[in-house]
Every structure is written in C-alpha cells, then in structure tokens.
C-alpha cells in the first residue's frame, strides 16, 4: 500500500511538473475574480474534507493521503513553472535594463528565501528527522514556489532579446512603439502572440531617461523590418 502511494503521487508529481512546464497557467491570466473564485473553491473542498472526515465518511489515512497528493500538485506544477521561466531568462540574453529598487527585488527575493528555509524546516532536513508523508510533500510545496519567486522579477527586464514582463517574453521585433506615460514612467505597447495591440507601463527614474530611450530607439531600428511583415501579415489577416 505504502508503495502504491509513492507512485501514485509521483504520477501526480510528474503530471503537475508538466503542466507547469507548459505554462498552462500564467500570471498574467489571473485577476480578482478568477483570484476570488480560485479561494471560494479552496474553501468549498476544504469544508467538504473537514465535515465527511468528521462524519465518519473520510478516514485520517485517506484524508492524509489526498492532502499529500495536493501538496505534490502544486510543488509539481512549481517546480515545472520555475524550471520554464528559469530556461526563458536565460533564452532571452543579458540583461540591458531594469529598474531596480529595495521594495522590488530585495524584498520579493527575501520572501522566496524565507519561502524555501521554511519548506526545508517543514521536511525536517534541518534536524534530520522524523520524515512524515505530509510534512515531506508540504515542504516541497513551499521549497518550490519560493524557487518559483526567485525566478520572477516584479518589474519588466529589458534584455538583449525581448522584455521579460513577468512569466511573458515579448521580443523585440513585436515591440512596436513607446512614449512617456510621465515623468516617471514610460508605456511601451507591443503586439501579442494573437496579434493583438496591448501595452505595459513600468517606472524609469529621471537619470535613466536619455539611456532607455537609446535602448528602445536602437532595438526598433534592429527589428523594423521584422516588425513591418508581422504588421502587414496581421493586417493582411483581418
């Protein structure tokens, strides 16, 4: 029985990694009502859980074997999100720009450390023991989207290929114009993989103007005649 377990969430492991691999899940797709209905759920199946346990209905056994299988759910799909977004940094080349600051990259980085210590302690790796199913998979679950966090930048990475804006790559012949937003900020608009016109703004200090409008203007050059036969095949389409 005990082997039957291990495979079992192993699958559920490998399943999940996958997903989050494929990224079938992205940041940008969440909002405050998928947010909200995504918690409702949690709270639904975490009341069902307790009230059938309670009842009778739910063993303790059952009940920790499905709690592991959840906790591996997500350390699965994690570790595949982080593993992705780990390999589309390093695809999209060196950093040119960001606009970095304490609240921005010290403390999102501190959270995931903090993140990844607690999931250790969680496991008991600290102390050597004793391993449980349930504090094994929970602290994979933790260790894995504090990974996840260090591998994601709160603001836009202008980097030699395209712009990271989060868990999205957007290259750099699909960046089609930018203005100042004002005088602090800059809104940068950029074709979507549907061929959709949307944009992003982010914060540029004063002193790092005259250095992205030259990184901007040299990058739309680079890629104008690209950008020009996308436009044309979009428009061609419609």
Do not use: C
């Amino acid at each position: 029985m005990y082997l039957l377990v291990v495979l079992l969430l192993a699958v559920v492991f490998l399943v999940t990694f996958w997903m989050g691999y494929q990224r079938l899940l992205r940041l940008q797709h969440l909002n405050q009502q998928r947010l909200l209905y995504g918690l409702l759920a949690a709270m639904i199946l975490l009341t069902l859980m307790t009230a059938a346990h309670r009842l009778g209905y739910f063993p303790q056994k059952i009940a920790a074997n499905v709690t592991m299988g959840l906790y591996t759910a997500v350390a699965g799909f994690f570790f595949g999100y982080a593993l992705k977004q780990f390999i589309l940094r390093r695809q999209s080349g060196a950093m040119e720009y960001a606009h970095r600051s304490f609240w921005t990259e010290a403390i999102p980085n501190l959270i995931s450390i903090l993140l990844i210590a607690f999931g250790l302690y969680r496991m008991h790796l600290f102390t050597l023991g004793p391993f449980t199913g349930i504090g094994l998979t929970s602290g994979l679950s933790l260790l894995a989207f504090g990974i996840m966090g260090l591998t994601i930048r709160v603001v836009p990475e202008f980097r030699q290929k395209g712009i990271l804006i989060l868990d999205q790559q957007v290259p750099w012949q699909e960046v089609v114009a930018y203005r100042w937003y004002d005088e602090q900020a800059i809104q940068i608009d950029y074709l979507t993989p549907k061929g959709n016109l949307t944009d992003f703004v982010t914060a540029v200090p004063e002193e790092d103007h005259l250095f992205i409008e030259r990184l901007l203007g040299k990058k739309l050059k680079e890629h104008e005649e690209e950008r020009k036969e996308k436009l044309a095949k979009i428009n061609k389409a419609s």
